[in-house]
C-alpha cells in the first residue's frame, strides 16, 4: 500500500478520471484505448505517417543517387538507351497518376465533410487509375521483353524491335535498363500496394467507420498516394526526357 | 483499493492494476499488444541470438589460439566469423536496447499507458522474427562467408555460400528496426504524461528519440541498397560489377550510409541507458541535462556525414578523404560533450557502487578508449598503416561491447526489478562484472596492439610472433565468457527464487520507480501528472527516496 499512497501523494490525477487512464463516457468507439482524445490519436497517426513517408523517400533516394552517378559516367549511354522508352505512355501515366492524386484528395476532403458516398467514389476513382498506370506499365515492360531492353546480363537488344532511327545503343546500356526496371518495378511495388490499401480503405468506408470526426485511414493512404505519385513525377523525366 | 472495471471490451477483461505479467499462457504472449510484453519477447530474442553470436566469438578465438588449423578449416572460419558479425549487428545489437529495453520502459519514462501505435509494435517484433527464420534458413543451408558487411564484387559473384537469404534476413529486419523508429518517434512526441516537456524528458527517451531519428533515415538506404544486391547477386544488374561498367566502391559508399549511422543506432540508446544509471547511483541531477539530450541529436546528425572514413583506401579522392576526415573527428565532440558531463556528475555526486553503477562506470571507462582509437582511424596517415587491421576490431568491440553491450547489461540489472519484480544475488552480479570486465580487456586490448603491429582482421592464419598476443586475446575470450555464464545463471537464480523487488530498489526520484514492480499492466496505478524533472533530487522527500 505506501508504494501506492506515494505514487497518490506525487502524482496529482485528473478528477473522475479514477484508475482507468481516460477511459471516460465520452470515449467515442474509434478512439483506441491509449489514447485521450481524438485529436492526439489522429497527430500521432500523423506523425507516423510522415516519418513512414520520410523513409519511403530515403528508400528511393538509393535508386536516385545511383542514376545521378551512372549517368554522369555514361551521359551518351543514357540519352541513347532512353530513346527507346514510350514517352507517349510515360506521359500518360504522368497524367493518370497526377489525376489520382487528385481524386485522392477529393476523398479525403469528402471524408472530412462526412460525405461517405463520395467517399467511396473517390476512392474507386483512384484505384481505377492505379489499375490503368499498372496495365499501361505492363505494356511497356512487354515491349522492353520484345526488344531484349532487359536488366544486366539478360540485356540483348533486338533491333526488329527497336524504335526506327534511334541512335546504337551502346555496350554498357544494360545499366540503363537495370536502373530503369530496378527504379519503376520498385515504384510499381508501392502502386500495386497502393491499390491493396485503398481496397481496404473503401471497404472500412463502406463498413461506415469514418466519418467527420474520424477520417485518419484516409487521409493517411491519401498521404502515401502522394508520395508514389511524387516519385514518379521524378522518375518520369529522369528516364524518360532526357537528351 | 477497489478494483475498477476496465471498459476495454465486454468480455473479462484482466485487472489493470495486477502485474503485466499475470495473464498465463502462450496466446496471452504471443497476440499481445502490451509493449512491456513485446520487450520482454524482444528481450528474449536478442538474447538467444547473443548467446548464438558469442559461441560463433568463441570458436573464431578458439580457431586462432595457434597459427594454422586448430579446430576448423579456413572455410568454416570465414563461415563463422562472417555469421558472428551478422548475428551480433542485425539480430542482437540493433534491436537490443531500442526494441527490447526501449520498449518497455519507454512509455513508463514518458508516464504514459502504452505506445503510439501496438499494433505496429507487434508486426515490427513479427517482422524481426521472420527476418531471422531467414537468417537461420542462410545458415543451416550454407551459410555466408563474406563478413557481415557484404562488400561486392565478392558476395554479388564470387561467393558460394547462401548469401541471398542472409541479406533477405538483413532487409527484412531492416523494416522491423524503421518501424519501431517510427513508433517511438510518434510516441515521443504524443504519449507524453501531463507536465511532462522536452525539458523533463528523461536522457534515455532523448536517446531513444535520436536513434528512432536515425533509424527512420539511415535504414531505408540500408533496404535498398541489399536489394539492389539481391537483383545484383541474381540477375547480375552490372551497377556494382566492374567488368559490366559498374562500381563496387559505390556499393562501399551505400553500405557504410546505412552502417556508420547504424553504429549510432546501437550507441546512442546505449550512453542514453549510461546516463540514466549515472544520475540514479549519484544522487544527482545530470551535469548539463540540455547538452546530454543535445548531444545525441547531434551524434544522430553527425552520423550521416562521415561514411566515408570506412573508403579512405577504397579509392576515394584525396579532397573528399580530407573532408571525410574532418567530419569524422567532430564526433568526437557530442562524444565527449557526454562523457564529460557523466563525469561531473559524479563529481559530488552520493556515488553507490551496486552493480548497475559497476556497469555505467565501466561504459565511461571502455568507451572512452573505444572513441579515442576512432580518432586514429580518422586520422588519414594513421588510418593508411590500421586500416582493415585487428586494431579496426579492437576499436569497434571496444564501442560495441565496452559500449553497448555492456550498457545493455547495465540496463538490464538496473531494470531487472522493474521488469520481472524479482531482484538477483548482488555478490554474484558484482563477481559477473569484474570477470566481463577483464575478460573484455584482456581479448581486445592485446588486438589493438596486434593491430598495431599489423595484423590483418578476417585472416585464418598468422605469422608466428603474433601468437603469444592472440593467445592471450582467446584466453580472454574465456573470461569474458565465464562471466556472462555467471551473470545467467544470477539471472536465471533470480526468476526462480530472487527476493522480491520493491517499486524503488535503488532509492531514484524518476518516474519509473514510483510504480510497483513487477510493472502493472496500464504501467501505472494513477494517470501520472509530472510536476517535476526525472533527477529533481534536490527537491525529493524522504519518502521518495527510500528504497522500499
Ligand atoms: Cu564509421
Given amino acids: 500500500m505506501t508504494s501506492e499512497a506515494a505514487a497518490a501523494d506525487e502524482y496529482e490525477h485528473k478528477e473522475g478520471d479514477g484508475h482507468d487512464h481516460g477511459h471516460g463516457h465520452d470515449h467515442p468507439k474509434y ?16 506523425i507516423g505517417m510522415w516519418a513512414f513517408l520520410v523513409q519511403e523517400l530515403l528508400f528511393f533516394s538509393g535508386i536516385f543517387v545511383a542514376y545521378g552517378i ?30 489520382s492524386s487528385l481524386t485522392a484528395a477529393l476523398a479525403v476532403r469528402a471524408a472530412q465533410l462526412g460525405q461517405k458516398r463520395n467517399t467511396s467514389t473517390y476512392i474507386i476513382l483512384t484505384i481505377l487509375c492505379a489499375f490503368t498506370f499498372l496495365v499501361v506499365k505492363y505494356f511497356e515492360y512487354h515491349h522492353k521483353f520484345e526488344a531484349g531492353l532487359l536488366p544486366g546480363q539478360y540485356f540483348h537488344p533486338d533491333h526488329h524491335h527497336l524504335v526506327a532511327g534511334s541512335p546504337e545503343l551502346p555496350g554498357n546500356s544494360h545499366i540503363f535498363y537495370s536502373l530503369y526496371f530496378m527504379a519503376t518495378g520498385i515504384h510499381g511495388v508501392h502502386v500495386a500496394v497502393g491499390i491493396g490499401v485503398f481496397i ?44 | 483499493m477497489a478494483t475498477v472495471a476496465s471498459p476495454h471490451s465486454g468480455t473479462a477483461a484482466p485487472d489493470p492494476h495486477a502485474s503485466y505479467l499475470a495473464q498465463k499462457g502462450l496466446a496471452s504472449w504471443l497476440f499481445t499488444l502490451d509493449h512491456k510484453r513485446i520487450g520482454v519477447m524482444y528481450l528474449v530474442a536478442v538474447l538467444v541470438s547473443f548467446l548464438l553470436g558469442g559461441i560463433m566469438a568463441i570458436l573464431v578465438r578458439l580457431e586462432l589460439l595457434t ?54 509494435n507487434l508486426a515490427s517484433f513479427y517482422i524481426y522474427c521472420f527476418g531471422a527464420c531467414f537468417g537461420l534458413y542462410s545458415m543451416i543451408h550454407g551459410g555466408v562467408d563474406t563478413g557481415w558487411t557484404f562488400y561486392t564484387p565478392y558476395s554479388s559473384k564470387f561467393s558460394n555460400s547462401a548469401v541471398i537469404p542472409m541479406i533477405g534476413a538483413a532487409f527484412i529486419m531492416g523494416f522491423s528496426s524503421i518501424l519501431t523508429g517510427v513508433n517511438f518517434i510518434a510516441t515521443v512526441h504524443k504519449m507524453r504524461a501531463k507536465g511532462l516537456t522536452w525539458r523533463r ?39 556494382f560489377d566492374p567488368s559490366m561498367g559498374g562500381d563496387p566502391v559505390l556499393f562501399e559508399h551505400f553500405f557504410w550510409f546505412y552502417s556508420h549511422p547504424a553504429v ?29 539530450a543535445m548531444s545525441s541529436l ?4 553527425l552520423g550521416f556525414l562521415v561514411w566515408g572514413h570506412h573508403l579512405f583506401v577504397a579509392g576515394m579522392s584525396e579532397y573528399s578523404t580530407m573532408v571525410f576526415s574532418a567530419l569524422t573527428f567532430l564526433v568526437g565532440i557530442p562524444s565527449g560533450v557526454k562523457i564529460f558531463n557523466w563525469i561531473a556528475t559524479l563529481y559530488k555526486g552520493s556515488i553507490d557502487l551496486r552493480s548497475p553503477m559497476l556497469y555505467g562506470l565501466g561504459f565511461i571507462f571502455l568507451f572512452t578508449i573505444g572513441g579515442l582509437t576512432g580518432l586514429f582511424l580518422a586520422m588519414l596517415a594513421v588510418d593508411v598503416h590500421l586500416h582493415d587491421t585487428y586494431f579496426v576490431v579492437a576499436h569497434f568491440h571496444y564501442v560495441m561491447v565496452g559500449g ?72 580472454g575470450s574465456w573470461i569474458l565468457g565465464v562471466g556472462f555464464i555467471v551473470m545467467l545463471v544470477m539471472f536465471i537464480e533470480s526468476l526462480a527464487s530472487g527476493k522480491k523487488a520493491t517499486n524503488n530498489p535503488w532509492g531514484s526520484v524518476a518516474l519509473e520507480w514510483k510504480t510497483p514492480s513487477p510493472l502493472p499492466l496500464h504501467n501505472f496505478l494513477k494517470v501520472p501528472v509530472v510536476t517535476k524533472g526525472p533527477y529533481d533530487y534536490h527537491l525529493a522527500t524522504e519518502e521518495e527516496l527510500s528504497e522500499d
Fill in chain 1, 200 to 243: 481496404w480503405i473503401l471497404r472500412r468506408n463502406e463498413r461506415g467507420d469514418f466519418s467527420k470526426d474520424y477520417y485518419t485511414g484516409v487521409d493517411l493512404t491519401a498521404l502515401y498516394w502522394h508520395l508514389v505519385d511524387l516519385v514518379w513525377i521524378y522518375l518520369f523525366p529522369l528516364l524518360y526526357l532526357i537528351d
Fill in chain 2, 298 to 301: 547531434g551524434l544522430a546528425l
Fill in chain 1, 70 to 99: 551512372f549517368r554522369s559516367w555514361y551521359p551518351e549511354m543514357f540519352s541513347a538507351a532512353s530513346h527507346q522508352l514510350n514517352r507517349l505512355m510515360g506521359a500518360g501515366n504522368t497524367i493518370v497518376l497526377l489525376f
Fill in chain 2, 201 to 239: 524528458l528523461p536522457l534515455f527517451c532523448w536517446a531513444l528519440y535520436a536513434t528512432s531519428i536515425i533509424q527512420v533515415l539511415a535504414t531505408p538506404v540500408l533496404a535498398i541498397t541489399l536489394l539492389l544486391l539481391i537483383f545484383e547477386r541474381v540477375l547480375h544488374l552490372g551497377i
Fill in chain 2, 67 to 120: 597459427p594454422g588449423r586448430t579446430i576448423m578449416d579456413a572455410t568454416t572460419y570465414n563461415h563463422v566469423f562472417s555469421l558472428h558479425g551478422v548475428i551480433m549487428v542485425f539480430l542482437f545489437i540493433i534491436p537490443s536496447i531500442p526494441a527490447a529495453m526501449g520498449n518497455i520502459m519507454l512509455p513508463v519514462q514518458l508516464g504514459t499507458i502504452d505506445v503510439a501505435f501496438p499494433k505496429l
Fill in chain 1, 31 to 46: 478512439l483506441a484505448h491509449h489514447f485521450d482524445t481524438p485529436a492526439q490519436q489522429f497527430d500521432a497517426a500523423k
Fill in chain 2, 264 to 292: 549510432y543506432i546501437m550507441i546512442v540508446p546505449a550512453m542514453g541507458v549510461v546516463s540514466e544509471i549515472i544520475c540514479t547511483f549519484s544522487r544527482r541531477a545530470p551535469f548539463g541535462y540540455f547538452f546530454i
Fill in chain 2, 404 to 475: 553497448t553491450v555492456i550498457a545493455f547489461v547495465g540496463g538490464l540489472h538496473y531494470w531487472w526489478p522493474k521488469f520481472t519484480g524479482k531482484m538477483y544475488d548482488e555478490g554474484k552480479a558484482r563477481i559477473a562484472f569484474v570477470l566481463v570486465f577483464i575478460g573484455f580487456n584482456v581479448t581486445f586490448m592485446s588486438q589493438f596492439i596486434l593491430g598495431s603491429r599489423g595484423m590483418p582482421r578476417r585472416y585464418y592464419d598468422y605469422l608466428p610472433e603474433f601468437t603469444t598476443l592472440h593467445q592471450v586475446s582467446t584466453v
